[in-house]
């Protein structure tokens, strides 16, 4: 690629941006990548419209942000590329099959939240889109919790949060967690306001792998976390990806929730591949 500058359209908000003039299938240079990258941190979520990618170039430019990390669920992974994870809805004929595969995904949700290090970020493409529905929204977790009370914001400063890959199952009404799993990845605690490594901002760390407050009453905390999901989730928050052909979305877990729309099932084609760079301890 000869044009080393890329084109930024954010969002009205600032939370999302497109950007242009970039070619995620060859190798894009080192001054596109750090503007693309850059542009990652300022604006959390990022589309690439027309893109190109097969699983080779969708992996190869995902581990350009470091390393990358399987998933606990074996059966999503990609044969020949296990960093690589599949999520669809069709059969082996290519039909669709009327099941949305993980239905945690439905839910809002930071990736991998339930270890020790969750991730950093993911990138995501879609060779099969839905029609209609099937968008993926995200919210903006940094301005939820600068919205808040001073008082209470420094109060929730204190709190841990228990993340935990079988409740989270449970409470998506997905298949239960197997026992290599519970063993690979046990309960883990992690503030409850997390603060951004590279930029220091703070935001709300929840979602559905989230469990309960560690030292509070179960259901008092339960419905703490609830109560926070939903102020974080308002419309204010959000930005929608309404999907096209093409597409590459990717996103920063560290500051983000983010979960699917629904969909028909049943007639609508949905596959998405998925990548996602290994993360750090949440501080």
């Not at 300022?42 to 027309?50: E, G, N, S």
């Not at 690979?184 to 989230?210: I, M, W």
Request: glycine content about 6%; aromatic content about 6%; proline content about 5%.
């Amino acid at each position: 690629m000869a044009n080393l500058e890329i084109e930024v359209r954010a969002e009205g908000s600032g939370f999302g941006a497109e950007i242009g003039a970039v070619d995620l299938a060859a190798e894009v240079p080192e001054e596109a990548f750090q503007a693309i990258r850059a542009a990652m941190i300022r604006h959390k979520v990022l589309v690439f419209r027309d893109q190109h990618l097969d699983d080779d170039s969708h992996l190869a430019f995902a581990q350009r942000f470091g390393p990358l990390e399987g998933h606990i669920n074996r059966a999503t992974r990609h044969d020949a590329l296990p960093k690589i994870q599949i999520f669809g809805n069709v059969d082996q004929s290519g039909n669709p099959t009327g099941v949305h595969p993980e239905r945690g995904t439905l839910v809002w949700h930071s990736d991998k939240s339930y270890v020790a290090t969750p991730s950093m970020f993911t990138v995501l493409r879609s060779p099969s889109v839905a029609r209609q529905g099937g968008n993926t929204l995200f919210a903006d977790m940094e301005r939820a919790y600068a919205d808040l009370d001073e008082d209470r914001a420094q109060a929730l400063g204190n709190l841990r949060v228990v993340h935990d890959w079988k409740r989270s199952r449970e409470k998506s009404n997905e298949r239960p967690a197997t026992a290599e799993e519970i063993a690979a990845a046990p309960p883990v605690e992690h503030p409850l306001v997390r603060t951004h490594p590279e930029t220091g901002a703070k935001a709300l760390y929840l979602g559905n792998h989230a469990s309960h407050i560690a030292g509070m009453d179960r259901a008092e905390g339960e419905a703490l976390i609830a109560e926070l999901e939903r102020h974080g989730t308002q419309a204010k928050y959000i930005y929608c990806h309404r999907w096209r052909d093409n597409d590459v979305l990717m996103w920063d877990n560290r500051c983000t929730v983010h979960c699917v729309t629904t969909y028909d099932a049943a007639k609508e084609r949905r596959i998405v591949h998925r990548a996602v760079v290994q993360g750090d301890r949440p501080f």
